[in-house]
């Protein structure tokens, strides 16, 4: 049962393609969730059907091979692959945030390059930020990258980075001069193709158990120096602070869908099931609870729609971002929680969606910046 919403208006014209991010998520992605949850990895060959179709790059330009489209096909995407259940396709890292750090500061050699490859799935890509001892202090990370002629050798360990067990190329956060801070922080594009680049394991987790999130480790390897992105070193934290708040409207966007999605299965299940002869969601408990759970998302929405809208006028600021994802995630936590006591002991139980989705959403309140970080950078403006 879909919950009574008013429609956004920056999708009212993306009907069709809307459809064609269902059937896709539908068809390619929720059967396979059990399977991919054991490998820890989902199937290449999904990156190539996506490609096949058009989904992939959908908002870098058609002359590097993509969709030409905006933020809002995106986002549309986003929304239907979490309505469909799916926690294993990294695609709002491949298309969302690595896709636009090269076509904001790649060359233009680069960009022709790599971007065309993103768009047909022959390469996958991802962000290479955090490390062992690195969380959210990007300014403080140890991997080193030192100018040797016309390349760059790589020394250095990252982990939790998503696509990292499939990945061709990563965006790789290095310091190009350890003495200066976040002035010393620069990325490098890095195909995995690269000698002395390694995968270490796939990470056991408690939720996304399908994504293909690893370990990375760089021993020597040598990067051509046009692999910079951006101008010169030293700019590397300046290009992620602006990339930051479409990564956290991102995750902002699959937080408010899943919620609205866990809220629609709730009340079909608390409708079939019985307990002492009536309907569960006949108890007034489980009526409020669900009247609470739909305001939480319908407010959300409103929210999360406000900001799309400016993001696609471009006025979206860093506080903007921090507070879509900050109450975004928060909710979502709390909602999927309360949908969980709803459907009892099945609630507990993997085989049902809700299950997945409850461990899958705990992430979110702590990557792309934990609630901590966020109301640290909100604070700062007041």
Known sequence: MPLPQQKSAWAEDLGDFRD????????????HQDRWAQQKHLDREVWNKAGEIGLL?????????GGGGTFAHEA?????????????????VHNGIVA????AYASEEKKKEFLPKFASG?????????????????????????????????????????????ADLVVLAVKTDPDAGAQGVSLIAVPTDTPGFRRGRLLDKVGLRGQDTAELFFDDVRVPAANLLGEQEGQGFIQMMMQLPQERLIIAVTAVAGMEAAVEATIDYTKERKAFGKPVFNFQNTKFKLAEAATEAAVARAFLDQCIERHLKGELDVQGAAMAKLWTTERVNKVIDDCVQL????????????ARAWADVRISRIFGGTSEIMKEIISRTL
Request: glycine share 16%; hydrophobic share 35%.
């Open 20 to 31: 064609l991010a269902r059937t896709f998520c539908q068809k390619e992605l929720a059967p």
């Open 57 to 65: 790059a959908l908002s870098i330009p058609e002359e590097y091979g």
């Open 76 to 92: 549309v995407l986003y929304e239907e692959q979490a309505r469909s259940g799916d926690g294993a396709w990294g695609v709002s």
């Open 100 to 103: 636009h750090y090269l076509l």
């Open 122 to 166: 022959e390469m996958v890509g991802a962000i290479g930020m955090t490390e062992p001892g690195t969380g959210s202090d990007l300014q403080n990370i140890q991997t080193r990258a030192v100018r040797d002629g016309d390349y760059y050798v790589i020394n250095g360990a990252k982990t939790f980075i998503t696509n990292g067990g499939l």
């Open 343 to 354: 459907f009892g002991g099945y609630g507990y139980m993997t085989e049902y969606p809700i």
